[in-house]
């Protein structure tokens, strides 16, 4: 059982940065995809962005390449999601995720993940 522990997050004025944090604890492996998800309410989980971390491959959602990056620490194993250039848009409860499935699927499906982390709420506001 991976436990997940999500910190980071808060409020941000537009063009502004934040970076989210996801602590993981228990059996994960380089080979299985890690990646984040984010919610409004009334919508669906989406995914904003993955990482295979054996192999380095990190994949984006259009909205946010070239504004967001993930990547994880190894020796610590947390996981990160860098937010920079925010936009009112990217507000949203945003979660991290691990699957034991070897295959990242693109785009990614909430369904495909088995761990989450608690969440939290980043909020974009002028």
């Known amino acids: 059982q991976v436990q997940h522990v999500q910190s980071g997050g808060g409020s941000v004025q537009p063009g502004g940065s934040l970076r989210l944090s996801c602590a993981l604890s228990g059996s994960t492996f380089d080979n299985n995809p890690m990646a984040w998800f984010r919610q409004v309410p009334g919508h669906e989980r989406k995914g904003v962005a993955a990482?295979?971390?054996?192999?380095?491959?990190?994949k984006y959602a259009d909205s946010v390449k070239g504004r967001f990056t993930i990547s994880r620490d190894s020796t610590k194993n947390i996981l990160y999601l860098e937010m920079n250039s925010l936009k009112l848009e990217d507000t949203a409860v945003y979660y991290c995720?691990?699957?034991?499935?070897?295959?990242?699927?693109?785009?990614?499906?909430?369904?495909?993940?088995?761990?989450w982390g608690q969440g939290t709420q980043v909020t974009v506001s002028s």
């Open positions: 995720a691990t699957t034991s499935s070897l295959i990242l699927g693109w785009p990614l499906s909430a369904s495909r993940f088995s761990g």
């Open positions: 990482i295979v971390p054996h192999t380095g491959l990190t």
